[in-house]
């Protein structure tokens, strides 16, 4: 294929549309490959773990959660250094790079034999995840033009949370009528998919020559980027504290059968893509503002959910409003990162994941610390609304940070409340 030198701007409205759906696929892909697990995580105990669930089921599905874990993990690592040390390749060679590495972790993840191997293949299936969204994220952005930033960041986030309407259920649905190892395998089949949408749609795009790692790692001095790591990985671990145990909450707590499980996943993410959309135009308006009310109505939602999870129409309620106020967060986190780092867009694109990962970690980690010492499955909705209420006041110090500092006369150009209108 020849290379498109001329750049985006001589695009036709059909070719970026193009362009973006086939980033958006690649978002598809990683929404099934993360969070399938979790409406499977029964079959993954059960399977990969008898020994223990033999001798309780709660235990062997709280251990099965180290896959979630593990993978969160595998999203921190790769993110900032694939971010770093590729920023000057081409963007969409390295996209392709990427969505073949993605087909090739998520095959190993479906044939590997036992807990260990399949645990070390989920982290490093998941290493280039927050190199992708970040990446085509700043190849959306570039093609939406200026001051679209937030909404070219949600139409490639859209993908994740389609994926959590449309192709978590239904491979949740095939690993149930299955086997989880099938369901892997369908998902390495939307990342072979990917990469040949990638290959015909997106543009060529140079990387940025003036990159380099060491540039690119200068976005850890500055204490803003800090902050925005801690509040997308504390804040949005109350998230994922309650949706990495969603199906024996389900089952256990409400009381359905296991086959209305993918319903339960349809909910969430039908509010997922609903407040990614939102959020995106959000904080195009305001960063400070959007972030301020996601929050407060991600614990809002919490406590009502933790309430009434024993009834049926309190769990799709809930489900549903939690996905949508925690997925508003994500393209406002991922603008504010973009905004503090300054000249490390790569990286800063980048970890974005990295922050929400270790929200997955940490908030599947607490959530099943919780659930082994006997508290149940309404436990980790508690714990996810302390992990909520912490990222609200991170938030409140970090923009206090940014008035302080114009307070004494410094120039702070992104803490005007609004996105800068900047084509990255």
């Not at 599947?364 to 309404?378: H, K, P």
Request: hydrophobic fraction near 55%; proline fraction near 5%; aromatic fraction near 8%.
């Amino acid at each position: 294929m020849t290379p498109d030198l001329s750049g985006p701007t001589t695009l036709s409205p059909a070719r970026v549309r193009f362009a973006l759906l086939a980033l958006a696929l690649g978002g598809f892909g990683i929404g099934s490959t993360e969070f399938v697990a979790m409406g499977l995580l029964p079959d993954l105990a059960l399977d990969l773990l008898p020994g223990i669930h033999a001798e309780s089921a709660d235990a062997a599905n709280a251990t099965a959660g180290w896959i979630i874990s593990a993978y969160a993990l595998g999203v921190v690592v790769g993110a900032p250094t694939i971010a770093a040390v590729a920023a000057r390749w081409p963007r969409k060679r390295l996209l392709l790079a990427l969505v073949a590495a993605f087909t090739i972790g998520t095959v190993a993840s479906a044939v590997l034999p036992s807990f260990g191997l399949v645990l070390a293949a989920r982290f490093l299936s998941a290493l280039p995840h927050g190199a992708y969204f970040g990446i085509a994220s700043l190849v959306a952005a570039s093609l939406m033009g200026p001051g679209k930033r937030g909404r070219g960041v949600a139409l490639v986030l859209s993908g994740l949370t389609i994926a959590n309407v449309i192709g978590v259920p239904a491979i949740t649905w095939l690993g149930q009528a299955t086997s989880w190892r099938v369901a892997y395998l369908a998902v390495a089949a939307i990342f072979a998919l990917t990469f040949v949408a990638v290959a015909v749609a997106v543009p060529w795009q140079p990387g940025d020559p003036a990159a380099s790692v060491r540039r690119e790692l200068g976005a850890f001095t500055r204490p803003q980027v800090w902050f925005a790591i801690a509040i997308g990985a504390i804040g949005f671990g109350g998230f994922f504290a309650m949706y990495s145990y969603i199906a024996p909450l389900a089952t256990e707590v409400t009381g359905l059968a296991t086959a209305a499980v993918p319903l339960v996943l349809v909910a969430t993410g039908l509010g997922m893509t609903v407040g990614n959309l939102v959020g995106g135009r959000l904080a195009d308006w305001s960063v400070r503002r959007t972030m301020y009310l996601s929050f407060a109505a991600l614990a809002a939602s919490l406590a009502l959910l933790a309430l009434t999870a024993q009834f049926a129409a309190g769990l799709f309620v809930g489900a549903f409003l939690i996905g949508a106020t925690s997925s508003a967060l994500a393209p406002t986190i991922q603008t504010r990162l973009m905004d503090v780092a300054r000249d490390s867009q790569s990286i800063a694109a980048a970890l974005n994941h990295s922050a929400l990962n270790i929200g997955n970690s940490l908030g599947a980690l607490l959530g099943g610390t919780v659930i082994a010492a006997g508290f149940g499955y309404v436990a980790p909705i508690w714990v996810g609304l302390v992990l909520t209420i912490a990222g609200i006041g991170l938030a409140l110090c970090s923009f206090a940070m940014d008035r302080a500092l114009r307070g004494r006369g410094v120039h702070v150009p992104y803490a005007t409340g609004a996105t800068p209108a900047v084509d990255v």
